[in-house]
């Protein structure tokens, strides 16, 4: 499973990235909302895709000038630390 979300993480961040360059006004609600619309994974794994559009949105914020390189090289370096929360939370189920 944690191969599955670390592929979804890796398809919204390139998903978010995009959305992100060509409607650069956008609001966090409108990126995720293009990200799962374009996605189609199973739930557990469409969490992940959401907590990393979610972090490329946030990165981008902090960070308007950087290339698309930098944010996924800022996601895959995240992507323990994320993956690691979500399966926190899927625990305390």
Known sequence: MEKDIGVAMIAAATKAIKYKKENPNSMIDEVINHVMRSLSYRDEVKIGA??????????????????EKEVLRFIVSEMPEIIHGLELVNQSK
Do not use: D, G, H, L
């Not at 979610?54 to 950087?66: D, G, I, L, T």
């Open 50 to 67: 959401v907590a990393s559009a979610s972090a490329v949105y946030n990165f981008k914020e902090k960070n308007p000038r950087a290339n």
